[in-house]
T-cell receptor, first 116, second 112 residues
């Protein structure tokens, strides 16, 4: 399957600042990447679908101006949490589709965001 | 929208026991995926199922794509302490969407 990395793995920031999270597909050219958010003891919630070279598609209830997604290349997508607030503290995970079956998604290790 | 019902929510078993968990949906899915997530990490793909009736094994894990395309189960045989974690089912519905729908997870605890 596809190998996915995320950076940073953990970030602590002050309220009001912006945080950028990178998602890289290390061995697969991903035209589509996905961004999820996971709160403690809950399942993964899809935030947006990141399409290379075009605008991301956001899920209902996710503010596109707050969660900026850029998918500038086939191996890199970034999620920027703008003007972060404590309620944005969560575990952010990206995934890519890959391999012989495009229907499968492979996940990165996640980024833990804590907003003080 | 599409939803997956995953059960049980949690399981406490003794090492060596077999485990079974399942997911059901009110709508048809074209793909079923099973993931394991350890604390503080991303989900890791265990088994992928693409055809109704398909039965696939990965070591001590076995999963099946229900014949009705509305359910899937995951079995773990002879559990060991490292099986501890949260298991998620995920499915892709009809219509060509790439999005996955996730179950709420089954938390497995294995007592040595």
């Amino acid at each position: 399957g596809a190998v996915v990395s995320q950076h940073p793995s953990r970030v602590i920031c002050k309220s009001g600042t912006s945080v950028k999270i990178e998602c890289r597909s290390l061995d697969f050219q991903a035209t589509t990447m996905f961004w999820y958010r996971q709160f403690p003891k809950q399942s993964l919630m899809l935030m947006a679908t990141s399409n290379e070279g075009s605008k991301a598609t956001y899920e209902q209830g996710v503010e596109k101006d707050k969660f900026l997604i850029n998918h500038a290349s086939l191996t890199l997508s970034t999620l920027t949490v703008t003007s972060a607030h404590p309620e944005d503290s969560s575990f952010y995970i990206c995934s890519v589709g890959g391999g012989a079956h495009e229907e499968t998604q492979y996940f990165g290790p996640g980024t833990r965001l804590l907003v003080l | 929208g599409q939803q997956l019902n995953q059960s049980p929510q949690s399981m406490f078993i003794q090492e060596g026991e077999d485990v079974s968990m399942n997911c059901t949906s009110s709508s048809i899915f074209n793909t079923w995926l099973w993931y394991k997530q350890d604390p503080g990490e991303g989900p890791v793909l265990l088994i992928a199922l693409y055809k109704a009736g398909e039965l696939t094994s990965n070591g001590r894990l076995t999963a099946q794509f229900g014949i009705t395309r509305k359910d899937s189960f995951l079995n773990i045989s002879a559990s060991i302490p490292s099986d501890v974690g949260i298991y998620f089912c995920a499915g892709r519905g009809q219509g060509g969407s790439e999005k996955l729908v996730f179950g709420k997870g089954t938390k497995l605890t294995v007592n040595p």
